[in-house]
């Protein structure tokens, strides 16, 4: 089945440092991919949808500025946390949907996940 | 408008006995519904997926779910339980589309399993 590789899976770093997070589609090309976080024992919450040679969409609340999205290829896209600071530690999870048109009936297919913890 | 709600929050039970995690949903579409399973610090794995076709979907690692328009259900059953499906699970609608926007996760339901 498809496979989403996320990396990296742990990170802990100081206050004010950027940090970048890859997910990679292994079997797919991906022109559509999404970006979740998750607080503890909460849901998955849709950050931003990164669409591969364009801008990609945020939902409201979500700094763009904060949360830089580059999909330059398609089968990679990166998120990157900067300047991070404690309140931005979670769960950050990728994933896509594979195919084009309708995909609201394909099932989305998720990364392993990087946790995230700014000291 | 599309909307899911896990009706418990945690569900425990013990090792070899029936599981039953809620869902019902509300949606002005057909939708298609998703139940995933998320183990501690991992993405989420799909279960199942209900798309229109028949309403009893048999998932991965025996888990089924019934979709029930009158009742606008889609509850996740299995038989008997086992440890290794103490996880949190989630229940997803969505509507065909290109819009992201329409697609709903639940709050989960974390699975405790006692042996």
């Known amino acids: 089945g498809a496979v989403v590789s996320q990396h990296p899976s742990w990170v802990i770093c100081k206050s004010g440092t950027s940090v970048k997070i890859e997910c990679r589609s292994l079997?797919?090309?991906?022109?559509?991919m999404f970006w979740y976080r998750q607080f503890p024992k909460q849901s998955l919450m849709l950050m931003a949808t990164?669409?591969?040679?364009?801008?990609?969409?945020?939902e409201q609340g979500v700094e763009k500025d904060k949360f830089l999205i580059n999909h330059a290829s398609l089968t990679l896209s990166t998120l990157t946390v900067t300047s991070a600071h404690p309140e931005d530690s979670s769960f950050y999870i990728c994933?896509?949907?594979?195919?084009?048109?309708?995909?609201?009936?394909?099932?989305?297919?998720f990364g392993d996940g990087t946790r995230l913890s700014i000291l | 408008a599309q909307s899911v709600t896990q009706l418990d929050s945690h569900v425990s039970v013990s090792e070899g006995t029936p599981v039953l995690l809620r869902c019902n949903y509300s949606?002005?579409?057909?939708?298609?519904l998703f139940w995933y399973v998320q183990h501690p610090n991992k993405g989420l794995q799909l279960l199942l997926k209900?798309?229109?076709?028949?309403?009893l979907v048999k998932g991965i690692n025996g888990f089924e779910a019934e979709f029930k328009k009158s009742e606008t259900s889609f509850h996740l059953t299995k038989p008997s339980a086992h440890m290794s499906d103490a996880a949190e699970y989630f229940c997803?609608?969505?509507?065909?589309?290109?819009?992201?926007?329409?697609?709903?996760f639940g709050a989960g339901t974390r699975l405790t399993v006692k042996p």
């Open positions: 949606s002005s579409y057909s939708p298609s």
């Open positions: 079997d797919f090309q991906a022109t559509t």
């Open positions: 997803v609608v969505s509507a065909p589309g290109y819009n992201n926007n329409d697609m709903r």
């Open positions: 994933s896509y949907a594979p195919g084009q048109g309708a995909w609201g009936n394909q099932p989305q297919h």
């Open positions: 209900y798309t229109s076709a028949a309403t």
């Open positions: 990164s669409n591969e040679g364009s801008k990609a969409t945020y």
